[in-house]
């Protein structure tokens, strides 16, 4: 069963401490994305990868940071420097990240909650 | 990258044909229209692209005008499974998600 795996679904913790998210997939594809979704809000494009070992920053990239391995994960991880991190975060794959036709599939989220 | 305009809600009578219309006026040439829908706290959901002709799939229609500066999402028959928020993308790598539009479909 191909696809997006993250997990886990909800992540609570205390402010000041960094937490790791999981992006995994399946579908063999190039390009990785990271959003944030806040409520009632559209995403934001966080961090994204076009080939392993390479990323780039997206629109809200501070606070956060990521690393592409291997090209199945793309983790993020939430660092103390994030100011307001309880949010919805959702991972996506495409073939690649150029301008061509290339839909995004996405992952079904972490909610994250920090207090 | 080019913005997109969509009206915030709409309602629809289940078995009729939802309408959702998105104005890009400055899109460039080669930029791809994209519709995604979301599922209340579920990821996002690939509808359909097109660049310049009308295209249709399983889930729905996209009508692009002419000029390209505005499009139309059609789904033909709607269910209340339908109901979502409804996003119009122009393409380039960052994909901007705005707020989209509410479709409600109601019994």
């Known amino acids: 069963d191909g696809g997006i795996t993250q997990s886990p679904k909800y992540l609570f913790r205390k402010e000041g401490q960094n937490v790791t998210l999981s992006c995994e997939q399946n579908l063999n594809h190039d390009a990785m994305y990271w959003y944030r979704q806040d409520p009632g809000q559209g995403l934001r494009l966080i961090y994204y990868?076009?080939?392993?070992?390479?990323?780039q920053k997206g629109d809200i990239a501070e606070g956060y940071s990521v690393s592409r391995e291997k090209k199945e994960s793309f983790p993020l991880t939430v660092t103390s420097a994030q100011k307001n991190p309880t949010a919805f975060y959702l991972c996506?794959?495409?073939?690649?990240?150029?301008?061509?036709?290339?839909?995004?599939?996405f992952g079904p989220g972490t909610r994250l909650t920090v207090t | 990258d080019a913005k997109t305009t969509q009206p915030p809600s709409m309602d629809c009578a289940e078995g009729r044909a939802a309408n959702l219309p998105c104005n890009h006026s400055t899109i460039s040439g080669n930029e791809y229209v994209y519709w995604y829908r979301q599922i209340h706290s579920q990821g996002p959901q690939y509808i359909i692209h097109?660049?310049?002709n009308n295209e249709t799939n399983e889930m729905a229609s996209l009508i692009i005008t002419e000029d390209r500066k505005s499009s139309t999402l059609i789904l033909p028959h709607a269910t209340l499974r339908d109901t979502a928020v409804y996003y119009c993308i122009v393409r380039s790598v960052n994909m901007r998600f705005g707020a989209g539009t509410r479709l409600t479909v109601k019994p």
């Open positions: 996506a794959s495409s073939i690649d990240a150029d301008q061509g036709p290339y839909e995004q599939y």
């Open positions: 097109g660049l310049k």
């Open positions: 990868s076009q080939i392993v070992n390479d990323f």
